[in-house]
């Protein structure tokens, strides 16, 4: 569509996840006509973000030091740790402000079609970790997909051994959602995790 510099940014940014070519040539139009300043501070920021961030070498959520702000943080509840998929999921659950203990992440999920079992996974390292502390409850948190659903059939039963509560989180229908529009698995979803009212 254009060529030179412009096309290469384009493409560039394309290719990031949730990006398509329209939003990647908004993107470029916008970064072409920003002032110089603007765009330093992204660059900077890019470039920092490569040379400082990190995994935490605990729990592998994104960190600047050896350990992440979470596993850092003395005033978190030991005795609970919520197993994610992404760092990203992290962020999502601590905006609830309902967790506060630790956190595991994954780093994916199992995927045979996509060539990743359990060894793929710091799941290795969550059973050493668990092995080595006093948690009491560990939360899997994994997506209410088919991956996400057989990652956490796998967590539970290699937990089994280790004589620790295991829980799921649960889900079901979305609030403001119409039963008519639920697909089968998310309205089972719902009955298996109904409340007393």
Do not use: W
Not at 6 to 34: N, T, Y
Not at 101 to 120: A, C, F, K, Q
């Amino acid at each position: 569509m254009f060529s030179g510099a412009l096309q290469d940014l384009v493409d560039e940014l394309a290719a990031l996840p949730g990006i398509g070519p329209k939003g990647a040539s908004r993107i470029s139009f916008h970064l072409l006509s920003a002032p110089t300043a603007e765009v330093e501070r992204l660059i900077t920021a890019l470039t920092l973000v490569k040379e400082k961030v990190r995994f935490c070498t605990r729990c592998f959520n994104v960190a600047e030091d050896q350990f992440c702000v979470v596993c850092q943080d003395p005033r978190r509840d030991q005795s609970q740790i919520c197993v994610v998929e992404e760092p990203k999921d992290v962020i999502a659950v601590e905006r609830t402000g309902e967790f506060g203990g630790l956190y595991h992440v994954l780093g994916g999920v199992i995927d045979p079609i996509g060539g990743i079992g359990p060894d793929e996974l710091h799941i290795r390292e969550l059973m050493s970790r668990l092995g080595d502390s006093n948690v009491k409850e560990v939360i899997i948190a994994t997506d209410p997909n088919i991956e996400g659903e057989a990652t956490a059939s796998y967590l539970a039963r290699a937990l089994k051994a280790l004589d620790i509560p295991v829980s799921r989180l649960a889900s079901g229908l979305p609030v403001g959602g119409d039963l008519e529009y639920a697909d089968e698995v998310t309205l089972s979803r719902a009955f298996e995790a109904r409340r007393s009212l």
